[in-house]
């Protein structure tokens, strides 16, 4: 999967099952900050209007849109 990059657009695309609060499918944000690679690599996403502040990691189901 590509590595998203600082201002692209994601959208959830499946369940978040290691979350016992996971984003709704469908939800979709921007990327504002991403870790450099490595073992705990993430990305911060702005998931505006909705007011979540729960950060993306590699294996979640997202796309880049």
């Known amino acids: 999967m590509p590595r ?4 692209d657009k994601v959208r959830v695309v499946g369940i ?11 939800l979709e944000g921007v990327v ?3 870790s450099p690679p490595g073992r705990y690599e993430q990305y911060q996403v702005d998931w505006r209007p909705s007011g979540r502040c729960l950060n993306l990691l590699p294996h979640d189901p997202f796309i880049i849109l």
């Not at 998203?4 to 201002?7: D, H, I, N, S, T």
């Not at 978040?16 to 469908?26: A, E, H, I, N």
């Open 16 to 26: 978040m099952p290691d979350d016992p609060d996971p984003l709704p499918v469908g």
């Open 32 to 34: 504002t900050y991403v």
């Open 4 to 7: 998203p990059k600082v201002g």
